[in-house]
T-cell receptor, first 110, second 113 residues
Framework: GEDVEQSLFLSVREGDSSVINCTYT??????LYWYKQEPGAGLQLLTY?????DMKQDQRLTVLLNKKDKHLSLRIADTQTGDSAIYFC??????????FGRGTSLIVHP | KAGVTQTPRYLIKTRGQQVTLSCSPI?????VSWYQQTPGQGLQFLFE???????NKGNFPGRFSGRQFSNSRSEMNVSTLELGDSALYLC????????????FGNGTRLTVT
């Protein structure tokens, strides 16, 4: 099956940019998603991109897709303490079961 | 529009008991998926339902079952509970099966003692 890999931790200072990285293995047409999970809550959909796109921007969030390297990144500009959470990358091809990464814990220091 | 609603939020059960968890999808969403989340295993897919039919199934024992009703609401059942079933159970809904993004509820925290 497909594999989605993420680094486990990222620590940044408040006001800096955060970049969370993800690699995936599926080579077909696929949707790629970013979710945020705060303590005690479910996964909140942040943004998603189709595999024929290179970039998507939504306010402080920028998603970059490198199809050749199968590398996806989520950039959070002007990171705030409220951005501290676990961020999940996921991919889904058609009606196949989505594959989620293990999540990256983002810690924002004041 | 109301989000995905899961009930109850917390459950404590003892080994050998059974449990039923409920999920109400976002209005208009016809697909419902269930996931188990644990610190050790991450997010594990349980099953996906669309139009009252199970479309995909994860690698869980037969003690885990589910169903979807005509109003798209879904329930999952776990029988003969084991300590290892302690987890956060997440339900997600989407407009249709396939590429529509999943929208998750806040989960049911199940503790088995």
């Amino acid at each position: 099956g497909e594999d989605v890999e993420q680094s486990l931790f990222l620590s940044v200072r408040e006001g800096d940019s955060s970049v969370i990285n993800c690699t995936y293995t599926d080579s077909s047409s696929t949707y790629l998603y970013w979710y945020k999970q705060e303590p005690g809550a479910g996964l909140q959909l942040l943004t998603y991109i189709f595999s024929n796109m290179d970039m998507k921007q939504d306010q402080r969030l920028t998603v970059l897709l490198n199809k050749k390297d199968k590398h996806l990144s989520l950039r959070i500009a002007d990171t705030q303490t409220g951005d501290s959470a676990i961020y999940f990358c996921a991919e889904r091809e058609g009606s196949y079961i989505p594959t989620f990464g293990r999540g990256t814990s983002l810690i924002v220091h004041p | 529009k109301a989000g995905v609603t899961q009930t109850p939020r917390y459950l404590i059960k003892t080994r050998g008991q059974q449990v039923t968890l409920s999920c109400s999808p976002i209005s208009g969403h016809r697909s419902v998926s269930w996931y188990q989340q644990t610190p050790g295993q991450g997010l594990q897919f349980l099953f996906e339902y669309f139009s009252e039919t199970q479309r995909n199934k994860g690698n869980f024992p037969g003690r885990f079952s589910g169903r979807q009703f005509s109003n798209s609401r879904s329930e999952m059942n776990v029988s003969t509970l084991e300590l290892g079933d302690s987890a956060l159970y997440l339900c997600a809904s989407s407009l249709a099966q396939g590429s529509s993004p999943l929208h998750f509820g806040n989960g049911t925290r199940l503790t088995v003692t």
